[in-house]
């Protein structure tokens, strides 16, 4: 029997705003970047930016790349 990650019971609604700040190539990366991060690990999507899509167990794949997509 499968455990399902609780990351897949969430599901994003609209369009997240993750910052207002356009990325200008190495000028702001480091304040963009961490901006993202911030975002990512308050909506408890982080492993999104770390984990391959490999990694993903088959039987949960279609979802993350679901809410990949939605990120």
């Known amino acids: 029997m499968t455990i399902k990650n609780p990351i897949f019971t969430s599901v994003i609604s609209g369009s997240p705003t993750i910052t207002s700040e356009k990325l200008i190539g ?24 770390v984990t391959l899509e490999d990694a993903i167990p088959d039987v949960d794949k279609v979802q993350w790349k679901k809410i990949d997509a939605q990120l």
Do not use: A, I, K, R
């Open 26 to 49: 190495s000028e702001n990366c480091l304040s963009w970047l961490g901006s993202v991060e911030l975002w990512f690990m308050g909506q408890g999507y982080e492993d999104h930016l």
